[in-house]
């Protein structure tokens, strides 16, 4: 098939067809599933015919690029969410941030003990690189994880009177996203180490110095306004930047796009609008990576067994973040059924979890098969996300989170 009809005919599946089923659904959960659901799907039905051209190169292009402006707007909303100024209602900084720790080091726990003492049993599971405890605490992240991104998109769809519990859950999450990019770093760090690829360069060398300076600049123009024109062009070299400079050290372009966002000066994100470059990366270019990640997930790891398999981490993975809020409540004296209002959305998984489950299979810290279950676990919980806090917060003893802190 010609190059450019390759291109419309991807484009169509994964961004057409995709918006088409989710507008058929009534938008009932997150777009971002749609896409790598379908890739999925036709993965396990044997994949398109190879004469069709798909995935294409073109499209694989803007796929990547959509991924990297997901990131670097990911990194954006933590900073932008770690600037803004303390709501006048809520639970404390303090409380919030002890919170966030044990809901992200239980389901860590519990998703990394299950890998290694578990599932490391199945020999599709053993990572490729065969360094079993790294594979577990990969897994670990993954479980752990919070979708970002799409939390803050379902944060928006909710209610008035729901927000509150919204709010806070995104507060959390901010936390356990940072710590899920710093955790990525290293393990890959690591599993570089034991390969024996610390030997820097001077490419490396100049590309430790990238993210000091991007530090550097962030005080140095705190309060520098740019031009529009001018900020448009200092946004993507900071992502080209970090991207590069990640990528120089081994690491994934991810991370360096992710820092980025983080490291943008604060006069600068007050002018970006972080909302619209995120849904025009996440409802335009992004699905194409998506639908092309599960479409090119081995059609062998996908199969009965690796639904039993998911459901098992998502039994585990859901059970931890419960047991994590319960143990540790971000509401002080907020009611139980409010707690786990909050800890559904928390265990959400995403986008968050697909990126990181990519970076981890393309180190080698996990197998297809373990891709496919992440994947997999992904969907799962994104899907049950919007059900599962409709029927709590439905019940008439559920007050606002705003109401329970005071």
């Not at 140095?220 to 993507?236: D, E, G, K």
Request: glycine share 10%; with cysteine.
């Amino acid at each position: 098939m010609h190059a450019v009809a390759a291109f419309l005919l991807d484009a169509a599946l994964f961004i057409g067809l995709a918006w088409v089923i989710w507008r058929l659904c009534r938008r009932t959960f997150p777009f971002a599933i749609v896409p790598i659901a379908m890739g999925l799907a036709i993965a396990g039905a044997g994949g398109l015919p190879a004469s069709w051209g798909v995935p294409s190169p073109g499209a694989q292009t803007l796929g990547w690029v959509g991924v990297l402006l997901l990131a670097f707007t990911a990194g954006m909303e933590t900073r932008h969410s770690m600037a803004a100024a303390p709501a006048q209602h809520g639970p404390s900084h303090r409380r919030v941030l002890a919170s966030a720790v044990v809901a992200m080091l239980l389901p860590f726990a519990a998703g990394a003990l299950l890998s290694y003492y578990v599932l490391d049993g199945l020999a599709a599971w053993a990572p490729p690189a065969g360094n079993a405890v790294l594979g577990a605490l990969a897994v670990g992240l993954c479980v752990a994880v919070s979708a970002l991104p799409v939390l803050i998109g379902i944060v928006r769809e909710l209610d008035a009177a729901h927000r509150p519990f919204g709010r806070i859950a995104v507060r959390i999450a901010v936390i356990d996203d940072a710590v899920l990019w710093i955790g990525l770093a290293g393990l890959l760090l690591v599993a570089q180490q034991g390969a024996g690829g610390l030997a820097f360069s001077r490419w490396q060398a100049l590309a430790l110095c990238v993210p000091v300076l991007m530090l550097a600049a962030g005080r140095a123009f705190a309060r520098w306004a740019p031009p529009l024109p001018v900020l448009a062009l200092l946004l993507v070299a900071y992502l080209a930047a970090g991207a590069w400079a990640s990528a120089q050290l081994g690491l994934h372009e991810l991370l360096g796009a992710y820092f980025a966002g983080t490291a943008l000066p604060a006069a600068w994100l007050r002018r970006v609008p972080i909302e619209h470059i995120g849904r025009v990366a996440l409802m335009v270019l992004a699905p194409l990576f998506f639908g092309h990640s599960g479409l090119k997930v081995a059609a062998d790891a996908l199969d009965w067994g690796t639904l039993q398999i998911a459901g098992l981490v998502l039994v585990v993975s859901v059970a931890a973040k419960f047991a994590a809020v319960l143990l540790y409540p971000p509401l002080r004296e907020g009611r139980r059924r409010d707690t786990l209002a909050i800890g559904t959305l928390l265990q959400c998984k995403g986008l968050m979890e697909i990126v990181a489950a990519t970076i981890l299979r393309d180190a080698g810290l996990i197998s297809e098969f373990a891709f496919a279950v992440l994947t997999t676990l992904a969907v799962l919980s994104t899907l049950m996300t919007g059900p599962l806090f409709r029927w709590l917060v439905r019940h008439p003893a559920v007050r606002t989170a705003d109401a329970a802190a005071t």
